[in-house]
């Protein structure tokens, strides 16, 4: 999947950028929907990355009640939480025998951000739509085969 890291980034990239010009919303983060395009045919890696990016927001709003925090410092907490709770959530205990992963190490931050920034519903429509799109055309480019 190295390999094929650099190619779907840009075609997220490309189409991300497209679909914010066209409809003003944002992907959660312009290298997410290349990044979760790999990831479609792995549903609990997926669940796991948009579930620990809920933890973030969440954890985060609820910081933001005791807190000053805005933003950099916003930014900088939803990443660095998100990168905590998914090496939290890699290391959990009694899941020897499955295999799953939460995708990358700031991409829960970079989602939850956008969740906070322009809503949830929005951020997640938009991400699922650009990251189906990317994987079509990635898909297009090279193969099932090479994707497996």
Do not use: K
């Not at 290298?31 to 579930?51: E, F, K, N, Q, S």
């Amino acid at each position: 999947m190295t390999e094929l890291l650099p190619l779907s980034i840009g075609i997220g990239l490309a189409i991300g950028l497209l679909f914010t010009e066209v409809f003003g919303i944002a992907t959660g983060g312009m290298i997410v929907p290349g990044y979760m395009a790999l990831y479609l045919t792995r549903p609990l890696d997926l669940g796991l990355t948009i579930g620990v990016a809920f933890a973030t927001f969440a954890a985060v709003r609820a910081l933001s009640l005791f807190a000053i925090v805005y933003g950099r410092r916003r930014t900088a907490l939803m990443i660095l939480f998100g990168y905590i709770l998914g090496m939290m959530v890699r290391r959990l205990p009694g899941l020897e025998g499955v295999d799953y992963d939460v995708i990358g190490f700031i991409i829960p931050g970079l989602i939850a951000l956008w969740m906070d920034r322009q809503g949830v519903m929005q951020t997640m429509a938009s991400l699922i739509i650009v990251s189906v799109v990317a994987r079509l055309i990635l898909t297009l480019f090279v193969g099932t085969e090479l994707l497996s």
